[in-house]
């Protein structure tokens, strides 16, 4: 097992009480897996991929376990950590234009994570980025070019060679295809595929999307969150077939191919989250037992779990 989350929490103190953006998490990942984690905005996932490689705010409250090949990242020094992040777990971020230097060149910001985790020379680290890009789609004529001068879709092949410059064995990718058209993102899904499957051994990935269309393209397994839980989880395939949770129906029904089947109400307040269930509020078969006593993730299958009483 490459990734083994056992009850993470991570809450942060507010004015109003504590937000709990993940409340238990217990998540695995296999070597040469990608795991897609997929819900609403606001769900927690985005958080859940800043603990793993601990870019969190110093004001986040963090409690669990992530163990990375038996490590716990949550236990080491923030020295040892910074050997881990970006060299052996690296993070594709879901917003390029704010997430990339728009002070410094393509090339340069590639080439400086290979200076600092790979001690190549200048001159090596720009012809290594020059690869990179060229690895990801983009001429290397443009390894002197600025974050600006750069389509959308660009930009994101650019945080992915910065992703891929150490060769980490894990990636995680937020939303890597939020804001693109359709033909972008078509070509995005495809690349993240090759540099993970196309690869040997082939290299694992935590996916993080509201895209229902791109998890079904590129995860082996799939996990579902639902106010800072994970509510259900097994192979891509079967849960698309066969959603057992209520709210991995509502989102696969409010799916353009499936009609667009709004769900009732919406998300609650991570603050104040509704006493048993946290989905009973919007779920067509709640029963008196949802509203008062939280569920537990019972099995139906070899890997495939669910946290309902009427799974």
Known sequence: MLLKITNLRVYFKSADGFVKA??????????????GLVGETGSGKTVLG??????????????GEV???????????????????????SMIFQNPLSSLNPALSIGEQIAEVLREHQGLKRKAAWQRAGELLELTGIPAKWIRSYPHEL????????????????????????????????????????????????????????????DLGVAAALTDRLAVMYAGKIVEYGRTGEVFRNPRHPYTR????????????????????????????????????????????PPL???????????????
Do not use: W
């Open 22 to 35: 993940a409340d238990g998490v217990d998540l695995e990942l296999y070597p040469g897996e990608i795991l």
């Open 50 to 63: 800043l603990a793993i490689t601990r870019l969190l705010p110093k004001t986040a409250a963090v409690s």
């Open 67 to 89: 163990l990375y090949r038996g490590q716990n990242l949550l236990a080491l020094p923030e020295e040892e950590m910074r050997k881990v992040r970006g060299r052996q777990v």
């Open 151 to 210: 389509s959308g879709g660009m930009r994101q092949r650019a945080m992915i060679a910065i992703g891929l410059a150490c060769a980490p064995s894990l990636l995680i990718a937020d939303e890597p295809t939020r804001g693109l058209d359709v033909t972008i993102q078509v070509q995005i899904v495809e690349l993240l595929h090759a540099v993970t499957k196309g690869v040997s051994p082939p290299r694992s990935m935590l996916l993080i999307t509201h």
């Open 250 to 293: 509502a989102l696969l029904d409010s799916h353009p191919s499936n009609g667009l089947i709004a769900t009732k109400g919406f998300s609650p307040s991570l603050i104040n989250l509704p006493p048993g269930c946290s989905f009973h509020p919007r779920c067509k078969k709640a029963r008196k037992k949802c509203a008062h006593e």
């Open 297 to 311: 993730v019972q099995r139906i299958g070899m890997d495939h779990g669910v946290r309902c009483f009427y799974a």
